[in-house]
C-alpha cells in the first residue's frame, strides 16, 4: 500500500512539473496540420535530422503496400532497412523466430560497434502493419513512420561514433496481434521475444519506442505509468530544451499494450514516444496513409529522439551507472 501510493505521488508530482513548463513555440514552418509535403527524390547527406529524407523513406515503404507479418511487402522492406542502414555504417542481423505453429516473424537490430562491457540504449519501432489479405492496412503512420525516423536517425548518429556505439536499433515484427486488440497472450511477440533471447543478464540500460509519430498535427503522449522518474525527467527536458508545445508533446495519464511493455516488465527504464491514437479516425483503418503524413512531423519526432538519446548518454555518463528502475502501479492499460 505504501509503495502505491508512493507510485501515484511520484506521477502526480511528474505531471504536475510537466504542466507547469512554460508552452513551447515550434519553428517558423512547422505547422504541422498545414505542412505541405513534396516528395523529395533523393537522401540528402545533412549533418542535422532531416523531416524530408525521413518522409522519404516512409513514402518508399508505402510504396510496397502494407506489410502484414510474412508477406512479400515485409520481405522486401526488410532489405531496403537493411540496405540504409549498411550504407550509414551499421552491422545488421535478422532474428527469426515463431511465436506459433506455421508462422514466422523477422526482427532487425543494427548496431555501430557496440560498446565493450556496456549495455546499450535501444532505439525501437515496430514495422509490421495490421490486418492480412484483402483486409490490410497501408500503416503509413501506424508501421512506416517509426522506421523511417528511425532510419534517418542511423545516418545522423552514424556521424558520431561514440555515441553510435552506445545505442542499438531494432525494428520488431509482430507488434500487431493477430486478434482484434493486443492482449497478455496475442501480440508484441517481437519485443517479447528480444526480451527472452536477450535474458535478465544483458537487458539494455533504457528504452526508447518511437510509434505512430508521423501523422500532421499529431498529439504526442507518453503512458505515464510506464515511464520512470528518470525517463519522465529526459523526455520533459527535452520538450523544453527544443521549444516544443507541451500542449502537442504531453502525458497520457495510463498505460499502453506497445513494444516498450516487455522491457518494463522485465526492469529497464522505457519511454514511448506515441501518438494519441484512441478515438481517431484513421487508427487501423485504410485512412492511415500517406496523406496524413508531415515531413515537419517526422522532423520533429527524430529531433526529440536525438535529444533523448543524447541527454539520456549525458546523464548515464555522469551517474557512471543506468538509471532507477521501474516499478509500482500500473493501470488503465490500452493497446496500440
Known amino acids: 500500500m505504501i509503495a502505491r501510493r508512493f507510485q501515484e505521488m511520484r506521477l502526480w508530482v511528474c505531471a504536475v512539473a510537466f504542466a507547469l513548463l512554460p508552452s513551447g513555440c515550434e519553428r517558423s514552418g512547422e505547422v504541422l496540420v498545414e505542412a505541405q509535403n513534396v516528395r523529395p527524390s533523393t537522401i540528402e547527406d545533412t549533418t542535422d535530422f532531416s523531416g524530408q529524407n525521413a518522409y522519404l523513406h516512409c513514402a518508399a515503404i508505402c510504396d510496397m503496400g502494407p506489410r502484414p507479418t510474412g ?7 526488410l532489405d531496403y532497412l537493411e540496405r540504409h542502414l549498411r550504407a550509414a555504417g551499421w552491422r545488421v542481423q535478422r532474428d527469426v523466430f515463431s511465436p506459433h505453429a506455421g508462422r514466422t516473424m523477422v526482427n532487425l537490430r543494427a548496431e555501430f560497434g557496440a560498446e565493450e562491457g556496456g549495455r546499450p540504449l535501444l532505439v525501437s519501432c515496430h514495422i509490421d502493419t495490421k490486418g492480412q489479405g484483402d483486409e490490410s492496412i497501408l500503416g503509413a503512420d501506424d508501421g512506416a ?3 523511417a525516423v528511425l532510419l534517418e ?12 556505439r552506445q ?4 525494428f520488431f515484427d509482430g507488434e500487431e496481434s493477430l486478434g482484434e486488440r493486443i492482449t497478455e497472450e496475442d501480440g508484441l511477440y517481437g519485443s517479447r521475444y528480444d526480451v527472452n533471447r536477450r535474458g535478465k543478464g544483458a537487458m539494455p540500460d533504457g528504452v526508447v519506442n518511437l510509434d505512430m509519430v508521423g501523422g500532421a498535427g499529431k498529439i504526442i503522449a507518453v503512458p505515464i505509468m510506464d515511464t520512470v522518474p528518470a525517463m519522465c525527467d529526459i523526455y520533459m527536458e527535452a520538450v523544453q530544451e527544443l521549444g516544443f508545445s507541451k500542449d502537442r508533446w504531453t502525458y497520457h495519464l495510463g498505460s499502453y499494450w506497445d ?3 516487455p522491457y518494463m516488465e522485465a526492469g529497464t527504464p522505457t519511454l514511448n514516444i506515441i501518438a494519441s491514437f484512441m478515438g481517431s479516425n484513421w487508427w487501423h483503418n485504410q485512412r492511415d496513409n500517406m496523406q496524413r503524413i508531415s515531413a515537419a512531423s517526422l522532423d520533429e519526432s527524430g529531433r526529440l529522439a536525438l535529444k533523448v538519446i543524447s541527454l539520456w548518454l549525458e546523464k548515464r555518463t555522469r551517474a557512471k551507472g543506468p538509471c532507477a528502475q521501474p516499478g509500482g502501479a500500473r493501470e488503465s492499460n490500452q493497446s496500440s
Do not use: K, N
Open 167 to 170: 545505442v542499438e536499433l531494432i
Open 71 to 77: 508477406s512479400p511487402a515485409y520481405a522486401r522492406q
Open 259 to 261: 513494444d516498450h511493455r
Open 153 to 164: 536517425l542511423a545516418r545522423v548518429l552514424g556521424r558520431d561514433f561514440q555515441t553510435a
Open 145 to 147: 513512420s517509426g522506421a
